[in-house]
């Protein structure tokens, strides 16, 4: 595997570069309502630089060189300007989500994370400061708001600041929080380059390819992608709300047209949603045969989402090969494998479903029984290795044999911000029989083959029942066929030990589009409808799961929609709602409890 040199340039030096060398060129566009007739914001590479330089003044006025310091904005180029104004500055970058109002403690996150990364300040707009005036938050930290671009003094030909070093930690990237608390993954100029490298060698970036995204400025994927993506590349970056492509996800696809962009990217929920939501009527006039890249990962890629979505748009230009299902982590900037060539679809081999109960590796025929379809995530990019490792012996897996994945290369920071012991189980990973290292440790169960990673589930989650390995997100895309009433990507499969044996539990929201209407219940049948709503929902998810693995539910608990949180790459919390389980503090409309499952 070829080994490229990183360049001796930080993320401030190639900012500086840009607005010299491509002052005039565009940058950054906002879509304010999503709508292309609605507010557009755009900043050429020199404004950006100037609106940067901006806010970089002032953290050095207010001593913040060298700290941490929060960013908590809506979704908008303020954003973008805070952050590199942070880098700027020396300062280490720790972008959070905004509170939610409708919370009990809705500045909890804000205060956790700042006691983690030593923040002080948190840099925001007007709306959060007097949120939290409103709300009487006593935190322990500033709240302080940008400048507006017209309140900034752009008469100096630059800012102050520190000489910045490859090494400097630029941000923290805190975790999504999908298996505990997140955690501030440290990651270097370095590290960020090294990972933009990769970034473009697999999705084949230039800077005459637009790109856009609708995913939160937090994330890894449009903080990467498309904050740092444009300055190291020189490309036209369109940024969308995730609200407002939620809203009306066709937004999403008319702005692809218009703007004719190349490279995009959403975990696998985006991709089905769009094609679940979208009607051929709203799709009048759209072309979408400039679309080279659809990058889909941050949760399992599945191959009945790709058919549909080639289904629906296939006729306006989308193709089979645009797809490239890709794999990453925070804690390696984002991308560790995705390579594949762009005339090639996306490779499907199927598996033994009994093997891999066993954790091992049998390919069958495309349409054999028994056999589920597993999605390679393609090559690791040049200077990363993945392997599998037996996670017990710490030794490489067979070639059959399913393992955790291990990861190795110039993106993979040292570890979490001042967390040491977390940062050596997670970044230390060392093999026992040759004593090779360091790794990451991904805590994702998978396989390599020839060369390309395919990922089977999460090492954490795995639910062992009678001897036998099951991957609850099986389980849950079981479910979601099975035509009960959940809402699309919401339901977990958990276990409990009841009397030392594991049990199978399954908490789903319900979908309140199929619930009992109003008129039953003025009619007086509401409780024979709800009776009868309920039977039928919990016999339908335990006839799905017996059917389709061989396995009874101890418990089936259907609880309020929109009740069960994700993380901010889509993922389902299942252990803090395993947790929640366990303390009776679940949301709970209906429970069946069958305390003869085995």
Not at 429 to 451: H, I, K
């Amino acid at each position: 595997m070829g080994v490229f040199l990183l360049i001796n340039m930080t993320i401030v030096d190639f900012l500086k570069d840009r607005a010299t060398k491509n002052a005039d060129d565009l940058s950054f566009r906002f879509m304010s309502n999503g709508n292309l007739d609605g507010p557009i914001e755009e900043w050429t590479f020199s404004e950006l630089y100037q609106y940067s330089t901006g806010v970089a003044q002032d953290l050095i006025e207010q001593g913040l060189t060298g700290s941490s310091v929060l960013l908590a904005f809506p979704p908008g180029l303020d954003f973008v300007k805070a952050f590199y104004g942070c880098l700027l500055t020396g300062a280490r970058a720790v972008p959070v989500p905004l509170p939610n109002p409708n919370s009990k403690n809705p500045f909890a996150r804000i205060i956790s994370t700042a006691k983690v990364s030593g923040a002080s300040t948190v840099l925001t707009n007007p709306p959060l400061v007097a949120m939290a005036g409103k709300f009487g938050a006593k935190l322990p930290v500033q709240l302080k708001a940008v400048a507006d671009h017209a309140d900034i003094d752009f008469s100096g030909t630059g800012v102050s600041g520190p000489q910045i070093e490859m090494d400097d930690i630029a941000y923290l990237q805190f975790t999504s929080g999908s298996t505990g608390h997140p955690k501030g993954v440290a990651v270097s100029h370095a590290n960020a380059v090294a990972n933009l490298r990769v970034m473009g060698q697999m999705l084949r970036v230039k800077s005459t390819k637009p790109a856009m995204v609708w995913a939160p400025h937090y994330h890894d994927l449009c903080l990467v992608g498309h904050v740092l993506g444009p300055v190291y590349y020189g490309f036209e970056s369109t940024l969308m709300s995730p609200m407002d492509f939620l809203l009306k996800p066709i937004r999403w696809l008319k702005a692809m047209s218009h703007y004719r962009i190349a490279n995009t990217a959403c975990p696998n929920f985006g991709y089905e949603y769009a094609a679940r939501r979208i009607q051929p009527t709203d799709c009048e006039g759209i072309d979408l045969s400039h679309w080279t890249v659809a990058g889909n990962g941050g949760e399992p890629v599945l191959e009945q989402t790709m058919d549909a979505f080639v289904r629906k748009f296939g006729a306006y230009g989308f193709r089979p090969q645009t797809f490239m299902p890709t794999y990453g982590m925070a804690e390696s900037v984002l991308f560790v494998a995705g390579m594949k060539a762009l005339s090639d679809s996306p490779r499907v081999i199927r598996l033994s479903v009994t093997d891999l109960e066993k954790h091992r590796v049998r390919v069958l025929d495309d349409k054999a029984p028994g056999g589920r379809n597993i999605i390679s995530c393609g090559a690791p990019g040049s200077g990363h290795k993945v392997i599998a490792v037996d996670p017990v012996t710490f030794t490489p897996s067979g070639s059959n044999q399913i393992g955790e994945l291990w990861v190795q290369g110039q993106s993979v920071p040292k570890g979490y911000w001042e967390l040491p012991e977390e940062s050596s189980a997670t970044f230390g990973g060392c093999l026992a029989d040759t004593d090779e290292g360091t790794f990451l440790r991904s805590g994702d169960l998978g396989f390599v083959m020839d060369d390309e990673v395919y990922v089977t589930g999460r090492l954490k989650d795995l639910i062992i029942i009678a001897g036998r390995n099951h991957y609850p997100n099986d389980i849950e895309l079981t479910i979601q066929r099975s035509g009960a009433p959940v809402r699309l990507g919401s339901c977990v499969a958990v276990s409990e030990h009841v009397n030392g044996v594991e049990e199978l539990v399954i908490i789903a929201e319900v979908d309140e589009r199929k619930m009992p209407d109003e008129e039953s219940s003025s009619m007086g049948e509401e409780k024979g409808s709800w009776d009868a709503f309920w039977t039928s929902a919990v016999m339908t998810v335990q006839g799905a799961i017996s059917k389709g693995h061989g396995l009874s539910a101890r418990s089936v608990v259907f609880v309020k929609p929109r009740s069960l949180e994700k993380t901010s790459s889509g993922k389902p919390r299942r252990g803090y709602y395993q947790q929640l389980y366990k303390k009776g503090t679940l949301s709970v409309l209906h429970e069946k409890q069958s305390l003869g499952a085995a």
